[in-house]
Protein backbone atom coordinates (compact mmCIF):
# COMPACT_ATOMS: atom_id res chain seq x y z
CA UNK A 1 0.00 0.00 0.00
CA UNK A 2 2.55 2.25 1.46
CA UNK A 3 4.67 1.58 -2.33
CA UNK A 4 1.66 2.37 -4.41
CA UNK A 5 1.46 5.46 -2.77
CA UNK A 6 5.29 6.47 -3.00
CA UNK A 7 5.29 4.99 -7.08
CA UNK A 8 2.01 7.29 -7.87
CA UNK A 9 3.71 10.61 -6.09
CA UNK A 10 7.12 9.43 -7.78
CA UNK A 11 5.15 9.00 -11.30
CA UNK A 12 3.19 12.70 -10.16
CA UNK A 13 6.74 14.18 -9.85
CA UNK A 14 7.79 13.10 -12.67
CA UNK A 15 4.88 13.98 -14.99
CA UNK A 16 4.80 17.64 -13.47
CA UNK A 17 8.75 17.87 -14.56
CA UNK A 18 7.87 16.45 -17.60
CA UNK A 19 5.48 19.03 -18.25
CA UNK A 20 7.44 21.53 -16.86
CA UNK A 21 9.97 21.21 -19.44
CA UNK A 22 7.39 20.67 -22.71
CA UNK A 23 5.67 24.27 -21.72
CA UNK A 24 7.45 26.12 -19.22
CA UNK A 25 10.70 26.47 -20.84
CA UNK A 26 9.34 26.03 -24.27
CA UNK A 27 10.65 29.73 -25.66
CA UNK A 28 10.03 30.64 -29.60
CA UNK A 29 13.72 30.80 -31.20
CA UNK A 30 12.66 30.98 -35.06
CA UNK A 31 15.26 29.53 -37.39
CA UNK A 32 15.86 30.52 -40.95
CA UNK A 33 17.33 28.41 -43.59
CA UNK A 34 17.62 28.73 -46.84
CA UNK A 35 17.64 24.91 -48.41
CA UNK A 36 14.71 24.16 -50.83
CA UNK A 37 14.87 21.81 -53.67
CA UNK A 38 13.42 22.11 -57.38
CA UNK A 39 9.80 21.20 -58.39
CA UNK A 40 9.03 19.75 -61.91
CA UNK A 41 9.00 23.50 -63.32
CA UNK A 42 12.63 24.14 -61.70
CA UNK A 43 11.41 26.34 -59.61
CA UNK A 44 12.51 26.63 -56.06
CA UNK A 45 10.07 24.96 -53.79
CA UNK A 46 10.30 24.27 -49.87
CA UNK A 47 11.99 20.68 -48.68
CA UNK A 48 9.53 20.00 -46.19
CA UNK A 49 8.05 16.56 -46.39
CA UNK A 50 4.23 16.78 -46.23
CA UNK A 51 3.98 20.64 -46.51
CA UNK A 52 1.19 22.15 -48.18
CA UNK A 53 2.41 24.10 -51.34
CA UNK A 54 0.51 27.21 -52.87
CA UNK A 55 1.92 27.47 -56.68
CA UNK A 56 0.08 30.19 -57.94
CA UNK A 57 0.52 28.15 -61.30
CA UNK A 58 -3.75 27.84 -61.71
CA UNK A 59 -3.76 31.46 -61.68
CA UNK A 60 -5.38 30.86 -57.56
CA UNK A 61 -4.28 31.42 -53.99
CA UNK A 62 -4.91 26.88 -53.74
CA UNK A 63 -4.71 25.46 -50.92
CA UNK A 64 -5.00 29.15 -48.82
CA UNK A 65 -8.73 29.15 -47.27
CA UNK A 66 -8.52 32.74 -48.25
CA UNK A 67 -6.97 35.71 -49.92
CA UNK A 68 -7.46 39.58 -49.88
CA UNK A 69 -5.80 42.73 -50.29
CA UNK A 70 -3.40 44.08 -52.33
CA UNK A 71 -1.67 41.43 -54.85
CA UNK A 72 -1.54 40.12 -57.95
CA UNK A 73 -0.68 36.96 -59.89
CA UNK A 74 1.40 36.98 -62.75
CA UNK A 75 4.25 35.90 -65.08
CA UNK A 76 7.31 37.35 -66.39
CA UNK A 77 8.60 40.67 -65.47
CA UNK A 78 7.05 44.30 -65.95
CA UNK A 79 9.67 47.40 -65.48
CA UNK A 80 9.16 49.15 -62.76
CA UNK A 81 6.44 47.14 -61.47
CA UNK A 82 7.33 43.01 -60.84
CA UNK A 83 10.14 41.12 -61.93
CA UNK A 84 10.26 37.07 -61.76
CA UNK A 85 12.05 35.42 -58.78
CA UNK A 86 15.62 34.24 -60.20
CA UNK A 87 15.59 30.34 -59.05
CA UNK A 88 19.70 30.13 -59.01
CA UNK A 89 19.93 25.94 -58.60
CA UNK A 90 18.37 26.36 -62.20
CA UNK A 91 20.34 29.56 -63.28
CA UNK A 92 17.35 30.65 -64.91
CA UNK A 93 13.76 33.25 -63.48
CA UNK A 94 10.64 31.22 -62.44
CA UNK A 95 8.76 30.86 -65.66
CA UNK A 96 5.49 30.03 -63.83
CA UNK A 97 2.71 32.50 -62.21
CA UNK A 98 4.01 33.74 -58.98
CA UNK A 99 2.49 36.40 -56.51
CA UNK A 100 3.49 39.90 -56.40
CA UNK A 101 2.80 42.54 -53.81
CA UNK A 102 1.38 45.42 -53.97
CA UNK A 103 -0.59 45.64 -56.91
CA UNK A 104 -1.96 47.66 -58.31
CA UNK A 105 -2.00 50.31 -55.16
CA UNK A 106 2.11 51.02 -54.57
CA UNK A 107 1.83 50.65 -50.64
CA UNK A 108 -0.11 48.01 -50.08
CA UNK A 109 -0.45 44.35 -48.44
CA UNK A 110 -2.31 40.94 -48.62
CA UNK A 111 -3.29 38.79 -46.43
CA UNK A 112 -3.12 34.64 -46.90
CA UNK A 113 -5.30 32.78 -44.59
CA UNK A 114 -4.23 29.01 -44.34
CA UNK A 115 -7.41 27.35 -43.12
CA UNK A 116 -5.65 25.74 -39.95
CA UNK A 117 -2.47 26.46 -38.30
CA UNK A 118 1.19 25.75 -38.31
CA UNK A 119 4.43 26.63 -37.27
CA UNK A 120 6.71 26.45 -40.23
CA UNK A 121 6.52 28.84 -43.36
CA UNK A 122 8.44 28.59 -46.75
CA UNK A 123 8.98 30.88 -49.63
CA UNK A 124 10.83 31.66 -52.83
CA UNK A 125 11.39 35.36 -52.21
CA UNK A 126 13.09 37.39 -54.59
CA UNK A 127 13.85 39.57 -55.41
CA UNK A 128 13.95 40.73 -51.91
CA UNK A 129 13.89 44.31 -51.17
CA UNK A 130 14.44 46.39 -47.68
CA UNK A 131 10.71 47.62 -47.85
CA UNK A 132 9.35 44.27 -47.82
CA UNK A 133 8.00 42.56 -44.43
CA UNK A 134 6.52 39.38 -43.71
CA UNK A 135 4.22 39.06 -40.79
CA UNK A 136 2.24 36.00 -39.24
CA UNK A 137 -0.88 36.13 -37.54
CA UNK A 138 -2.92 34.02 -35.26
CA UNK A 139 -5.90 35.80 -35.29
CA UNK A 140 -5.85 39.41 -35.54
CA UNK A 141 -2.65 39.63 -33.31
CA UNK A 142 1.25 39.15 -35.25
CA UNK A 143 2.81 36.48 -33.95
CA UNK A 144 6.33 37.56 -35.61
CA UNK A 145 7.18 39.31 -38.52
CA UNK A 146 10.50 39.74 -40.40
CA UNK A 147 11.93 42.60 -42.79
CA UNK A 148 13.49 42.01 -46.18
CA UNK A 149 16.61 43.47 -44.36
CA UNK A 150 16.88 40.99 -41.61
CA UNK A 151 16.83 38.09 -43.36
CA UNK A 152 18.88 38.72 -46.41
CA UNK A 153 22.50 37.15 -46.92
CA UNK A 154 24.54 38.98 -46.70
CA UNK A 155 21.71 41.67 -45.52
CA UNK A 156 21.99 43.51 -49.04
CA UNK A 157 18.11 43.44 -49.58
CA UNK A 158 18.50 45.59 -53.03
CA UNK A 159 15.92 43.99 -55.04
CA UNK A 160 18.70 42.38 -56.79
CA UNK A 161 17.01 40.82 -59.73
CA UNK A 162 19.43 37.45 -60.01
CA UNK A 163 21.63 37.76 -57.25
CA UNK A 164 21.14 34.81 -54.90
CA UNK A 165 21.47 36.61 -51.73
CA UNK A 166 18.07 38.31 -52.46
CA UNK A 167 16.70 35.61 -54.50
CA UNK A 168 16.45 32.53 -52.56
CA UNK A 169 14.03 30.01 -50.97
CA UNK A 170 13.47 30.97 -47.11
CA UNK A 171 11.94 28.73 -44.67
CA UNK A 172 11.15 29.53 -41.15
CA UNK A 173 10.65 27.14 -38.71
CA UNK A 174 9.75 27.39 -35.14
CA UNK A 175 7.63 29.77 -35.34
CA UNK A 176 4.95 30.57 -32.87
CA UNK A 177 1.39 28.80 -34.19
CA UNK A 178 -0.04 30.95 -36.35
CA UNK A 179 -3.51 31.02 -38.73
CA UNK A 180 -2.49 33.83 -41.74
CA UNK A 181 0.40 35.37 -43.43
CA UNK A 182 0.65 38.78 -44.17
CA UNK A 183 3.06 40.09 -47.19
CA UNK A 184 3.44 44.04 -46.99
CA UNK A 185 5.90 46.47 -49.29
CA UNK A 186 5.64 49.76 -49.58
CA UNK A 187 6.74 49.59 -52.67
CA UNK A 188 7.22 47.25 -56.06
CA UNK A 189 7.48 44.86 -55.46
CA UNK A 190 7.61 41.69 -53.14
CA UNK A 191 7.40 38.59 -55.39
CA UNK A 192 6.83 35.33 -54.61
CA UNK A 193 6.20 31.58 -55.09
CA UNK A 194 5.70 28.17 -53.92
CA UNK A 195 4.80 29.54 -50.43
CA UNK A 196 4.53 26.34 -48.36
CA UNK A 197 2.58 25.83 -44.40
CA UNK A 198 2.96 22.74 -42.20
CA UNK A 199 3.44 21.69 -38.41
CA UNK A 200 6.66 20.54 -37.84
CA UNK A 201 7.90 18.93 -34.39
CA UNK A 202 10.13 21.34 -33.19
CA UNK A 203 13.80 20.25 -32.46
CA UNK A 204 13.94 21.50 -28.97
CA UNK A 205 10.37 19.73 -28.04
CA UNK A 206 11.68 16.58 -29.57
CA UNK A 207 14.85 16.64 -27.40
CA UNK A 208 12.86 17.53 -24.51
CA UNK A 209 10.32 15.02 -24.94
CA UNK A 210 12.98 12.10 -25.15
CA UNK A 211 14.59 13.54 -22.47
CA UNK A 212 11.67 13.65 -19.90
CA UNK A 213 10.35 9.97 -21.88
CA UNK A 214 14.25 8.67 -20.67
CA UNK A 215 13.69 9.63 -17.24
CA UNK A 216 10.79 7.99 -17.14
CA UNK A 217 12.16 4.60 -18.02
CA UNK A 218 14.99 5.21 -15.64
CA UNK A 219 12.91 5.85 -12.58
CA UNK A 220 11.10 3.17 -13.68
CA UNK A 221 13.71 0.85 -13.13
CA UNK A 222 14.78 2.06 -10.38
CA UNK A 223 11.38 1.49 -8.33
CA UNK A 224 10.73 -2.09 -9.55
CA1 LIG B 1 4.49 29.28 -59.57
CA1 LIG C 1 11.50 42.83 -55.25
Partial sequence: MEMNFRLALLWTKVLVA??????????????????????????????????TVVDFNDNTCGAYAACSGDFTIV??????????????????????????????????????ELGTTANYFGLLWGSID????????????VVASF???SITRPSAANGNQTAPSTNTYVNFFDLPSFDAVRLISTNFAFESDNHAFATV????TLSLLAFGLLGLVLIRRRVQ
Fill in 18 to 51: TAALLFGVHTHAVVITYDSVLDSDNVSTSAVAGA
Fill in 75 to 112: SGSSRGLYAAPFVTAANSPDTTNYLSVPNPIRNGSALF
Fill in 130 to 141: RYNSIAFLSGAS
Fill in 147 to 149: TGQ
Fill in 201 to 204: PEPG
